[in-house]
């Protein structure tokens, strides 16, 4: 069965200093990889996408990247962290499939804390 | 992608049916209704999805209204588990050599079972 990684479950990190989020899956081949983020009382808003090694899109404008340096390894970098960038950092996958139905599958996220 | 109104709360009696509304009023023929939870602190978790059918699972059953304009969730027998923050989502499938798509999160219904 599929399943998928995520860490660190915490994080605390000061203003300026960089990120590194991780999210690896097992079990499944050339999964669509998501990175979503969750601030406090809102929805969950999507930050990056995956259809491949090396393919990223952005939807949102901001202080973030990711990169996907394999198949099931998904990144959610920073060089320098803003008060802005705390949240509820969340991966996910989906199997590319033939019709596109498939559903997210989430990881247990990363609650991220800038001071 | 169309959208989706859900009460912003429910409560719902532990044993009893909990039945979650969601309407989109503006969904197309080729969008899919998918239902996902999120536990307190936890990744949202995939439910159940469809497109005209009714569907039934383990966890639920949806309910697809005939001129697709809206749809409920029935979590048949609710415990004090599933409390929890339930979405609503519209979204069409899309292939693209390969398929690749998202999902937007509102803000959902917070479903509270009380024992």
């Known amino acids: 069965s599929q399943t998928i990684h995520q860490w660190p479950a915490t994080l605390v990190q000061p203003v300026g200093s960089p990120l590194s989020l991780e999210c690896t899956v097992e079990g499944t081949s050339n999964p669509n990889l998501y990175w979503y983020r969750q601030a406090a009382g809102r929805g969950l808003q999507l930050l990056f996408y995956s259809v491949g090694i090396g393919q990223i899109s952005s939807e949102v404008p901001q202080n973030l990247s990711a990169s996907r340096p394999q198949d099931r390894q998904f990144i959610l970098s920073s060089k320098k962290l803003l008060l802005s960038d705390s949240g509820f950092y969340l991966c996910?996958?989906?199997?590319?499939?033939?019709?596109?139905?498939?559903?997210?599958?989430f990881g247990n996220g990363t609650r991220l804390t800038v001071t | 992608d169309a959208k989706t109104t859900q009460p912003t709360s429910m409560d719902c009696a532990e044993g009893r049916a909990a039945n979650l509304p969601c309407n989109h009023s503006?969904?197309?023929?080729?969008?899919?209704v998918y239902w996902y939870r999120q536990i307190h602190s936890q990744g949202p978790q995939y439910i159940i999805h469809g497109l005209k059918n009714n569907e039934t699972n383990e966890m639920a059953s949806l309910i697809i209204t005939e001129d697709r304009k809206s749809s409920t969730l029935i979590l048949p027998h609710a415990t004090l588990r599933d409390t929890a923050v339930y979405y609503c989502?519209?979204?069409?499938?899309?292939?693209?050599?390969?398929?690749?798509?998202?999902?937007?999160f509102g803000k959902g219904t917070l479903l509270t079972v009380n024992p």
């Open positions: 503006t969904i197309s023929g080729n969008e899919y």
């Open positions: 989502i519209v979204r069409v499938a899309r292939s693209s050599g390969g398929s690749n798509y998202k999902l937007t």
């Open positions: 996910a996958w989906s199997d590319p499939g033939l019709t596109g139905n498939s559903p997210l599958h």
